[in-house]
């Protein structure tokens, strides 16, 4: 079954999906194509996890180790099929990153990973997208980076019964494939990171967990459309725009240009130079 939040009479209703019609609890209908979308799940926090596909560690010359590694998204990132992705003024490195998100439904804390399916409620597509301009500071938080209002859409609906095995993801850049990966490159599958971030963060129903990106994460311009397409689970779209408020220059880091924004922002291996570079015999 597939749920979504949609806006109706000015309320957030959840609504269920039937074919391109959404039905509501009182049994009214609105055409998909027409719905106002908010995000499918009211999560406390949103966690995300760093290399996680094959072809993305590929693409870095990356050597990982042997358990993931994570950041965190504010709430306030949140967004929604059909929301607009805002590109701050002078900054040049938005990059999309389509994913997949788990949402949990019942409290997880100390499981195992053969116990954590119990605690998925579903799952929904994520774009996980990255302001690479403000690399040079916070790259270790990754809190500008990845956690800057409408980075974090998600949607356009919550399926529960989905099973992620050998599942197909691209992400479309005007129609444009410019991602195209399997879940079956995962290093590190759903369930084994619900269970890894739950032995110290009790995971609460409505929280998310995004589960990584392929290869070819690019920067993409004002007015250009993304859709991630993700087999079983629909296609999340948005528009990005330009900001209208100007970015204050009298305080914090600014936007900038360097060697390692340039290089992450189009695929090279900068973050890992001299960490985690493989050996070169």
Same mark, same amino acid.
């Given at each position: ?6 806006? $109706?009479?000015? =309320? ?6 039937? %074919? ?9 209908? +609105? ?17 995300? +996890? ?26 306030? =990132? $949140?967004?929604?099929?059909?929301? +607009?992705? +805002? ?12 994913? &997949? ?45 990845? %956690?800057?209002?409408?980075?974090? @859409? ?11 095995? %050998? ?37 609460? @129903? ?16 004002? %007015? ?31 936007? =900038?240009? =360097? ?15 001299? &960490? ?6």
């Amino acid at each position: 079954m597939e749920t979504r939040r949609i806006v $109706l009479d000015g =309320s957030a209703s959840s609504v269920v999906r039937e %074919g391109d019609q959404l039905v509501a609890p009182d049994g009214r209908r +609105v055409p998909a194509g027409e719905a106002v979308h908010l995000p499918p799940c009211e999560p406390t926090k949103i966690v995300c +996890v760093h290399l996680n596909y094959e072809s993305r560690r590929a693409e870095f010359l990356a050597e990982l180790g042997p358990a993931p590694t994570y950041f965190h998204k504010p709430i306030s =990132s $949140l967004n929604a099929h059909g929301g +607009v992705v +805002v590109r701050p003024p002078r900054c040049k490195y938005l990059n999309y990153e389509g994913e &997949i998100a788990i949402v949990i439904g019942k409290e997880a804390s100390h499981i195992a990973p053969d116990e954590a399916a119990e605690h998925i409620r579903g799952y929904t597509i994520a774009n996980d997208f990255g302001l690479h301009d403000f690399r040079d500071t916070d790259a270790g938080s990754m809190l500008r980076v990845k %956690g800057s209002d409408t980075l974090c @859409p998600l949607g356009p609906g919550l399926v529960d019964d989905w099973d992620f095995l %050998g599942k197909r993801m691209r992400t479309l850049v005007n129609g444009e494939v410019r991602q195209d990966g399997n879940t079956d490159e995962m290093i590190w599958d759903m369930r084994y990171l619900v269970a890894d971030i739950a032995r110290t963060i009790t995971l609460v @129903p409505g929280d998310v967990i995004l589960s990584g990106t392929p290869a070819n994460s690019r920067p993409v311009e004002p %007015g250009d459309v993304v859709t991630v397409e993700v087999e079983g689970l629909g296609a999340l779209t948005n528009t990005i725009v330009e900001g209208a408020v100007p970015l204050r220059e009298d305080v914090g880091a600014q936007p =900038s240009g =360097s060697e390692e924004v340039i290089s992450t922002a189009f695929g090279g291996d900068w973050e890992f130079r001299g &960490i985690r570079r493989p050996r070169r015999d």
